[in-house]
């Protein structure tokens, strides 16, 4: 039986990724700070009770977690905060980059060797390298991680390292979001697409180098692709060529 840690599994993508893995006969060790009782009904789904923005419980992931081998670990639990670029709050700072750093990396960090051979999954998001007005912090961590999945799948060739960047995608943090997304939400993707593409990247149907990015998105946000690349350029200092990406 092939084994999964999937982390944000209350609710949204982490909870459809459980769902659907868990309908392919896998065993899931879903982390998040609350339960999910559609999810704890499967026999092969393990809880693991434990919010992301404080310090690992790291006695209850070595007792709980008792394989040798981890086939895939996903990091998708996410947050998100308003906050200006102009502005600072250490509280926000803390919450963010725990959320989406540092926990991820302690977890890799303590798994990695369980983890040879398997796959990572970050659930980042197209903020990454468009950005996003009014979420500094949240574009900021996401893109935090991006940086060390892509150096860390340098350094372990053994572990198939993928990065999926959604565009807006109809989950329950839309709610808590403070702005014109919440009015147009019937646009968004849903979760059920996103998790056709997860499910062909752990299956191997999408065969993509380690490392690899990935960009989701529908038909209705086709246009807000082109901002992936806006304002790169390439510069050759030997023949003085400037070249938009």
Same mark, same amino acid.
């Given at each position: 039986?092939?084994?999964?840690?999937?982390?944000?599994?209350?609710?949204?993508?982490?909870?459809?990724?459980?769902?659907?893995?868990?309908?392919?006969?896998?065993?899931?060790?879903?982390?998040?700070?609350?339960?999910?009782?559609?999810?704890?009904?499967?026999?092969?789904?393990?809880?693991?009770?434990?919010?992301?923005?404080?310090?690992?419980?790291?006695?209850?992931?070595?007792?709980?977690?008792?394989?040798?081998?981890?086939?895939?670990?996903?990091?998708?639990?996410?947050?998100?905060?308003?906050?200006?670029?102009?502005?600072?709050?250490?509280?926000?700072?803390?919450?963010?980059?725990?959320?989406?750093?540092?926990?991820?990396?302690?977890?890799?960090?303590?798994?990695?060797?369980?983890?040879?051979?398997?796959?990572?999954?970050?659930?980042?998001?197209?903020?990454?390298? /468009?950005?996003?007005?009014?979420?500094? #912090?949240?574009?900021? !961590?996401? +893109?935090?991680?991006? @940086? *060390?999945?892509?150096?860390?799948?340098?350094?372990?060739?053994?572990?198939?390292?993928?990065?999926?960047?959604?565009?807006?995608?109809?989950?329950?943090?839309?709610?808590?979001?403070?702005?014109?997304?919440?009015?147009?939400?019937?646009?968004?993707?849903?979760?059920?697409?996103?998790?056709?593409?997860? /499910?062909?990247?752990?299956?191997?149907? #999408?065969?993509?180098? !380690?490392? +690899?990015?990935?960009? @989701? *998105?529908?038909?209705?946000?086709?246009?807000?692709?082109?901002?992936?690349?806006?304002?790169?350029?390439?510069?050759?200092?030997?023949?003085?060529?400037?070249?938009?990406?």
């Amino acid at each position: 039986m092939k084994v999964a840690i999937i982390t944000g599994t209350s609710s949204g993508l982490g909870k459809a990724f459980a769902q659907t893995l868990l309908d392919l006969g896998w065993k899931v060790y879903g982390i998040s700070r609350r339960e999910t009782p559609e999810l704890m009904v499967h026999n092969n789904f393990r809880q693991l009770t434990m919010d992301l923005a404080r310090p690992l419980d790291k006695q209850l992931l070595s007792r709980e977690i008792i394989e040798k081998k981890i086939d895939l670990l996903v990091n998708n639990a996410g947050s998100c905060i308003q906050q200006a670029a102009s502005n600072w709050d250490e509280k926000n700072y803390q919450v963010m980059f725990s959320v989406h750093y540092t926990r991820p990396v302690e977890l890799i960090s303590m798994l990695h060797t369980k983890l040879s051979n398997g796959m990572i999954i970050s659930t980042l998001s197209d903020s990454t390298h /468009i950005g996003w007005e009014g979420y500094s #912090l949240y574009c900021a !961590s996401k +893109a935090a991680l991006l @940086l *060390h999945m892509k150096t860390f799948a340098i350094e372990n060739p053994k572990i198939q390292v993928y990065n999926i960047h959604p565009f807006g995608v109809d989950t329950p943090i839309i709610d808590a979001l403070e702005s014109d997304i919440v009015a147009i939400r019937k646009n968004l993707m849903k979760t059920k697409d996103v998790t056709t593409v997860f /499910i062909e990247l752990v299956t191997g149907v #999408l065969s993509l180098p !380690s490392a +690899a990015s990935i960009f @989701l *998105h529908n038909e209705w946000e086709i246009e807000d692709v082109k901002e992936i690349s806006a304002g790169m350029y390439t510069y050759n200092v030997d023949t003085e060529a400037l070249t938009k990406l």
